[in-house]
C-alpha cells in the first residue's frame, strides 16, 4: 500500500509546472501584456528613431537584439 501511495504522488508532483512562461502565472503574462503595448507603439514610430524618448529606444534595441540571428556572446 506504501508503495501506490509513493506511486501516486510522485505521478502528481511530476506533473506540476513551476515554468514561469506558463500561462498560468498570471503576473508574469500581465506583465508581458504591458511591454507588448509599449512595444507596439514604439514600433509605429520606428519610422522617425529621432523622436523617440531614450526609454523607448532602449525597448526598441532590447527588441531588435532578441530577434537577431546573431548569437550572444555576453554568454
Do not use: G, R, V
Amino acid at each position: 500500500m506504501k508503495i501506490f501511495i509513493i506511486i501516486f504522488f510522485s505521478f502528481i508532483l511530476a506533473n506540476c509546472s513551476l515554468n514561469k512562461d506558463s500561462q498560468y502565472w498570471t503576473e508574469n503574462s500581465i506583465e508581458k501584456k504591458n511591454n507588448q503595448k509599449k512595444l507596439n507603439e514604439i514600433l509605429k514610430k520606428a519610422d522617425d528613431i529621432t523622436s523617440m524618448t531614450l526609454e523607448e529606444y532602449e525597448i526598441y534595441i532590447d527588441d531588435y537584439i532578441k530577434k537577431s540571428k546573431y548569437p550572444d556572446i555576453n554568454k
